[in-house]
């Protein structure tokens, strides 16, 4: 039996060989007709054959194709003075009629072939006036009058074929929306399709982020060519539902905005190098002491230095130049520590201060000089020979358009769309002349313009607090409604028909019976 398999086998490889016509292995393949290549094939003998093979595939005139033959239907693919990454499909010719517009027949070293004229004009039935346009007409040759740019074709029937062009990589504006810069095998850069569909919230869109994401939606990468980037929308911190569920409305570092964070599993403390926000719970990862730069990052929460409300094992601590609160391991009390129950004892370097005559919190610093630095986020008052936050300068009132102006590191923005600075606060006394603590849609509290409206509990407050006789107002999204409230408990209970309901871990609120908490 296996003499008849052989020798059929056999038949099929001399029927083949002995069925097309014999070439030369030479570049240019010399006597194979159009569409057709220079392809090797080796008998059972071990004898090694070119023999002119059809092309299956392949681009057109002007497709790209990277030095190999093969990639071109006419199996003709030219390099211009030998430079691959300059390569294109092309046909052979006798004379300049035999070329497509924009090509002139050249002699070369085997055989005429049709090039690209080196002074053609674009108005010359060109219709690659732009990266992306089409050039499926005209043998894919319109790309011919446009320097650097090339015609991308699987063959000669795709309808699809798009000029495209050479692009730098490290250049994130080289190439259109909706393209990204991809290498070739020889090392070119060129302008392609994104092979990645229009991502969701959440969804991966590395590639330096030049893969898409929805039209309402941007790509956040935290570093070059970060391969966790992912798809995410603008939100706002004090509106309740602002991002779907199991997405957090964060700020990643310290100097993003506010963004719907795919929310991770690592609890504060878990370490979070591997993926940065995304591993942890809260989407808050952050390297916390600034004067060891080799610890590792750890999942962290935001904090109130008021309320020390850190998990047990965790102290409230001063981050960064924004004056951000986050939550770090206990230690020795090093520079940002909140200090405000025992104030020196609590920190290493025995000096508790008050950053600002108008702080309501007091932190740890470090003596300094012109000798001896602060760490990063902050700053060394040479009057006081003191560590102070590296913040703002604006006061609580001013206008802001971020915390980094503001002397406290927080810039809010009111239900008018008001953005000004203002600080953190438990009670009216630590607020200036005007202000009051009160809460924004039941956040933190901070110190807000004085705001007293006349509307009951239960009535509507589409303006926000300041509608509200009580200064308090929620936003129910569910039933898109708003209603003015207030606390209640055991000892205050509400007048019906409302009922007390806990909003969160330690405050509850008069609310209609249907409202359901978030």
């Not at 129910?476 to 003015?484: A, H």
Request: with cysteine.
């Amino acid at each position: 039996m296996p003499r008849p398999i052989r020798f059929f086998v056999l038949f099929v490889c001399l029927f083949v060989i002995t069925s097309a016509v014999s070439c030369s292995p030479a570049l240019d393949c010399g006597v194979c007709p159009l569409n057709t290549t220079c392809t090797p094939v080796t008998g059972n003998n071990g004898t090694r054959n070119f023999i002119c093979l059809r092309n299956s595939s392949g681009s057109e005139v002007g497709g790209v194709c990277f030095g190999n033959n093969r990639n071109c239907l006419s199996g003709n693919c030219y390099a211009p003075d030998g430079n691959q990454n300059l390569s294109y499909c092309t046909i052979r010719c006798k004379i300049d009629a035999d070329c497509n517009a924009g090509y002139t027949c050249k002699a070369e070293a085997g055989g005429d072939i049709c090039v690209r004229g080196a002074q053609t004009s674009t108005s010359k039935g060109c219709e690659c006036g732009k990266e992306g346009a089409s050039c499926n007409k005209n043998g894919h040759s319109d790309c011919a009058t446009k320097e650097g740019y090339f015609c991308l074709s699987t063959g000669a029937q795709d309808a699809n074929a798009r000029c495209t062009k050479q692009c730098d990589p490290n250049d994130t504006d080289s190439c259109a929306s909706g393209l990204i810069c991809t290498a070739t095998p020889f090392g070119q850069y060129l302008c392609i399709q994104s092979p990645y569909p229009k991502s969701g919230l959440g969804g991966n869109c590395s590639k330096g982020g030049k893969a898409q994401c929805e039209d309402d939606q941007y790509c956040y990468t935290r570093w070059p060519n970060d391969t966790q980037a992912f798809c995410t929308k603008y939100c706002n911190p004090y509106q309740e539902g602002d991002c779907p569920k199991d997405y957090s409305c964060e700020s990643p570092r310290e100097q993003d905005p506010y963004l719907c964070v795919p929310k991770g599993t690592g609890k504060v403390g878990d370490d979070c190098s591997a993926r940065d926000v995304l591993d942890c719970e809260t989407s808050i990862c952050a390297q916390l002491d600034p004067r060891n730069r080799e610890e590792r990052p750890i999942c962290t929460q935001s904090c109130s230095p008021t309320t020390e409300n850190c998990p047990a094992g965790f102290r409230c601590r001063l981050y960064g130049h924004l004056y951000r609160y986050l939550c770090a391991k206990s230690g020795d009390g090093g520079i940002g520590t909140i200090c405000n129950k025992n104030g020196d004892a609590d920190c290493k370097s025995k000096m508790c201060i008050q950053p600002d005559s108008n702080s309501i919190n007091k932190i740890c610093t470090e003596p300094c000089d012109g000798t001896q630095p602060c760490p990063d986020g902050y700053t060394c008052d040479l009057s006081k020979k003191v560590c102070l936050p590296a913040t703002g300068k604006k006061k609580i009132g001013d206008p802001c358009t971020g915390p980094q102006e503001c002397v406290f590191g927080t810039c809010v923005t009111d239900s008018s769309g008001k953005q000004f600075c203002t600080q953190q606060c438990t009670k009216d006394e630590q607020c200036p002349g005007g202000y009051q603590c009160r809460n924004l849609e039941f956040t933190q509290l901070y110190c807000l313009p004085e705001q007293k409206g006349d509307k009951e509990v239960g009535e509507a407050c589409p303006n926000g607090p300041g509608d509200c006789k009580t200064n308090k107002c929620i936003s129910d999204f569910i039933k898109n409604r708003t209603f003015c409230t207030q606390s209640c408990n055991d000892q205050i209970p509400c007048q019906a028909p409302y009922v007390c309901t806990k909003i969160s871990d330690t405050e509850s609120y008069c609310t209609p019976k249907d409202y359901e908490a978030p």
